[in-house]
């Protein structure tokens, strides 16, 4: 750097600056390029990109706004060399609040070797500073890689150990083989016998049935086949033959080339020797290829034995039932029914990833076992696009078929006692599922409501006057903004005052209400009692500070009527626009993404507010999200909840934050419980937050004192900030 020029900007509005400092670098000699520009919004793009090594800035700007700005972008990562240029009286206030500036120089005392050593540390610190967040963000990527290989590596422990197959873990470049002792054991062999050579396996088979066995695996290999499955003989230490179902998966680089081969082996033997049995009926059907119920069983226990030891190990199960396949069956007739089956089962395997497993229980009716699952919203948008794949007409033999399928879900957060429960569960969900929406519906089975039928029924039934006879109330839960500590707005949740069941949640009758197509009423009483009250409030305070009512919407508000439908009832209630700000969920967006921005913006000409909601739960692609016209991103409470422990759970926060700001959306912290929590959003600037903390969700009558009171005053005040 000693011989490249040393490039200073200078913001400053007055030239007369430039002329001196220029004197004065000058007279120090080195090699200074002094630019100037007169706001900070040159000097934020030309942080940005980086163009300068040094910042000099005048803080007589008179734009104390737009040095906050500055302020926020070098704290947000465009750290750069900035060093101020304060009047004496200003010295105290600019080391209190901006301390992460490099430094700052007292104009009065600034002399040309003081400048050149100002302008020397600031560099060097800026370096410093520079290395130190690099091997900072190294070694946070390097822990989260280490967490992440351990994590795998228990989980692949945990398999080995929990299964009664044997594993084996090809490495195809070198041709090494492991084989788990369980493998080794199951043909009789101990831990140190045989060699880690593909041989070893390929000698075992029967020859028979070798050459079959080699093509099902380079069929797979090749990526003909989604995934090796076979069943043969494997010749036992002691000279008999084993029947063994084995199955496997190629791990590939990039490119696509396999190169490492993964798979487990069970001894069929027993069941081989099963009177009537035939070898592929045993675990698999013969009509679809696909697993049977035994098959999946066993899956289904490994994956709520895994899940028992680690409940982070998420999983799904869904039952697919065909609608009318009976009538479809009878008029195509039973040969082109059968191959429509097979197509259909064809179809539903290309929505799967590798390691879900789908099996058919016998008629029309099939399983799918989804393993690795996080969300709700994740099993739907599988759930979904099952069904929309089923919903493309089947061409068999010259007819065409149309094909819809009921699919009833059970999360594996469900109490049970047995596995099995799981699968009766699922066919419930999927009987109602049946039962309330026609054709082509699915269900989430709820404990307490699912599991008698007639409960559910009744409270689809009650629903329907619940509006008319007055049930459903609204309650508003504070968010509050973590720098003034002020009170900005509130947002509306919905309760049914049911007169047998008490009050109901939202998570249980807003489903309900999206299901019988009751949410459209639903939501529109929402909106229109939200906005009543918040101009209610504004009437009976109106010296009162100036908040939004965040209102919730439903995927199935989402209609192009939606922008007619609030812009009727802001008239009706006299709520200005800009008062109201809709929330709505990743998934809505992005299941429509082109429709979803023409409404958006219709909704943002009208002068409402956008938010997302529990944001990072759903599927948001990142590259959509700046063209949505979003203001206001809501990080949902799963983050929130441990970032006071977790220090990747911090770092995701601080990343979707640092995104939200680049897209010029705000931030809400939703589900602060603890103090711990709050500080660490306050230390990362985080600027708004609503939680138990500082309120849980209160009936209107309790609002007009939260709105009078400062938040400092409300209960529990010892845990606020
Ligand atoms: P949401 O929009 O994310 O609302 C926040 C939920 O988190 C509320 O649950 C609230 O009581 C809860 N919560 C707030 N702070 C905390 C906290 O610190 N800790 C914990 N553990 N929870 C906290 P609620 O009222 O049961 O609502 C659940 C969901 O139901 C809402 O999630 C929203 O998606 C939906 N919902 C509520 N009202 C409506 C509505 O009017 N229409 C629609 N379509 N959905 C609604
Ligand atoms: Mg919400
Ligand atoms: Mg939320």
């Known amino acids: 750097m000693d011989d490249l020029p040393v490039r200073v900007l200078l913001v400053?509005?007055?030239?007369?600056?430039?002329?001196?400092?220029?004197?004065?670098?000058?007279?120090?000699?080195?090699?200074?390029?002094?630019?100037?520009?007169?706001?900070?919004?040159?000097?934020?793009?030309?942080?940005?990109?980086?163009?300068?090594?040094?910042?000099?800035?005048?803080?007589?700007?008179?734009?104390?706004?737009?040095?906050?700005?500055l302020r926020e972008s070098v704290l947000n990562g465009y750290a750069a060399p900035v060093v101020l240029l304060v009047d004496s009286h200003q010295a105290a206030e600019i080391a209190d609040g901006y301390a992460h500036f490099t430094d700052y120089l007292i104009k009065d005392e600034i002399n040309p070797s003081l400048l050149e050593r100002m302008i020397h540390c600031a560099m060097q610190q800026y370096q410093l500073r520079n290395d130190l967040r690099r091997a900072t963000q190294e070694k946070r990527q390097l822990t989260r890689a280490l967490e992440m290989l351990r994590k795998n590596e228990e989980r692949y422990a945990l398999v080995i150990q929990g299964s009664d197959d044997g594993i084996w873990d090809w490495n195809l470049q070198t041709q090494e083989i492991y084989f788990s002792p369980r493998w080794k054991s199951l043909l009789g062999y101990e831990e140190t016998e045989l060699t880690n050579h593909s041989d070893s396996w390929f000698d075992c088979i029967h020859p028979e049935e070798r050459d079959r066995v080699k093509q099902e695996i380079s069929a797979h290999l090749a990526g003909?086949?989604?995934?090796?499955?076979?069943?043969?003989?494997?010749?036992?230490?002691?000279?008999?033959?084993?029947?063994?179902?084995s199955r496997g998966i190629a791990v590939r680089d990039v490119?696509?080339?396999?190169?490492?081969?993964?798979?487990?082996?069970?001894?069929?033997?027993?069941?081989?020797?099963?009177?009537?049995?035939?070898?592929?009926g045993i675990?698999?059907?013969?009509?679809?290829?696909?697993?049977?119920?035994?098959?999946?069983?066993?899956?289904?226990?490994?994956?709520?034995?895994?899940?028992?030891?680690?409940?982070?190990?998420?999983?799904?199960?869904?039952?697919?039932?065909?609608d009318r396949f009976k009538t479809i069956n009878d008029s195509l007739g039973h040969w082109l029914g059968d191959r429509l089956l097979m197509e259909i089962a064809q179809r539903m395997l290309t929505c799967l990833r590798p390691c879900?497993?789908?099996a058919r229980l016998g008629g029309d009716e099939f399983v799918i076992l989804l393993e690795e699952v996080k969300t709700q919203e994740d099993v739907i948008c599988v759930t979904q696009r099952i069904q929309q794949e089923l919903s493309t007409p089947?061409?068999?033999?010259?007819?065409?078929?149309?094909?819809?399928?009921?699919?009833?879900?059970?999360?594996?957060?469900?109490?049970?006692?047995?596995?099995?429960?799981?699968?009766?569960?699922?066919?419930?969900?999927?009987?109602?599922?049946?039962?309330?929406?026609?054709?082509?519906?699915?269900?989430?089975?709820q404990q307490g409501v699912h599991a008698d039928g007639v409960t559910q029924l009744q409270l689809k039934t009650d629903l329907r006057h619940a509006i008319d006879r007055q049930e459903l109330q609204l309650h508003y839960q504070p968010i509050i903004?973590?720098?003034?500590?002020?009170?900005?707005?509130?947002?509306?949740?919905?309760?049914?005052?049911?007169?047998?069941?008490?009050?109901?949640?939202?998570?249980?009758?807003?489903?309900?209400?999206?299901?019988?197509?009751?949410?459209?009423?639903?939501?529109?009483?929402?909106?229109?009692?939200?906005c009543r009250q918040m101009r209610q409030w504004q009437l009976t305070i109106p010296q009162g500070p100036s908040l939004t009512i965040n209102v919730n919407l439903s995927g199935k508000q989402f209609t192009p009527y939606l922008t007619q439908q609030i812009h009727q009832i802001l008239k009706d209630t006299h709520l200005e626009a800009r008062y109201l700000k809709l929330e709505l969920t990743e998934s809505i967006l992005m299941s429509n993404a082109d429709s979803a921005v023409a409404t958006l913006r219709q909704l943002k000409q009208l002068g409402v507010q956008l938010?997302?909601?529990?944001?990072?739960?759903?599927?948001?692609?990142l590259s959509y999200l700046h063209r949505f016209p979003i203001d206001t991103l809501k990080i949902d409470r799963s983050f929130i909840h441990r970032v006071d422990v977790d220090g990747e759970q911090l770092a995701i926060v601080r990343t979707i934050m640092t995104l939200a700001w680049n897209l010029g959306m705000d931030v809400v912290a939703e589900g602060v419980e603890t103090s711990k929590q709050l500080a660490q959003l306050r230390s990362l600037q985080c600027e708004y937050g609503q939680g138990f903390l500082f309120s849980k969700p209160v009936d209107p009558d309790s609002v007009l004192s939260l709105i009078t009171t400062p938040v400092d005053d409300w209960q529990p005040r010892s845990l606020m900030f």
């Open 12 to 69: 400053a509005e007055d030239e007369a600056d430039y002329c001196l400092i220029q004197q004065w670098l000058s007279q120090i000699g080195r090699n200074y390029y002094l630019e100037q520009v007169t706001t900070v919004d040159s000097a934020l793009e030309s942080i940005a990109g980086q163009q300068h090594h040094v910042y000099l800035i005048d803080c007589d700007l008179s734009q104390p706004d737009r040095l906050e700005l």
């Open 224 to 245: 003909t086949s989604p995934r090796f499955v076979s069943v043969h003989r494997l010749r036992h230490r002691n000279g008999t033959y084993s029947w063994v179902f």
């Open 255 to 280: 490119t696509g080339e396999a190169v490492r081969f993964v798979g487990s082996l069970t001894d069929i033997t027993p069941w081989k020797q099963t009177p009537g049995c035939r070898i592929a």
């Open 283 to 322: 675990t698999h059907d013969r009509l679809t290829g696909l697993p049977n119920r035994d098959w999946f069983t066993s899956r289904l226990h490994q994956a709520a034995a895994l899940s028992r030891q680690d409940p982070a190990q998420g999983f799904a199960v869904l039952f697919v039932d065909l």
């Open 356 to 358: 879900d497993t789908i």
């Open 394 to 445: 089947f061409h068999i033999e010259g007819h065409e078929v149309f094909v819809s399928a009921s699919i009833g879900i059970v999360l594996s957060n469900t109490h049970y006692a047995h596995p099995e429960d799981l699968l009766r569960y699922a066919d419930v969900a999927m009987g109602q599922a049946k039962k309330s929406q026609c054709h082509g519906g699915y269900e989430v089975f």
């Open 481 to 530: 903004c973590l720098r003034t500590r002020r009170l900005i707005g509130f947002e509306a949740l919905v309760r049914w005052q049911h007169p047998r069941y008490g009050l109901i949640a939202p998570g249980v009758f807003v489903p309900l209400a999206e299901e019988t197509g009751l949410i459209d009423a639903l939501g529109q009483w929402v909106l229109r009692e939200a």
């Open 611 to 621: 938010a997302i909601d529990d944001f990072g739960t759903g599927y948001s692609s």
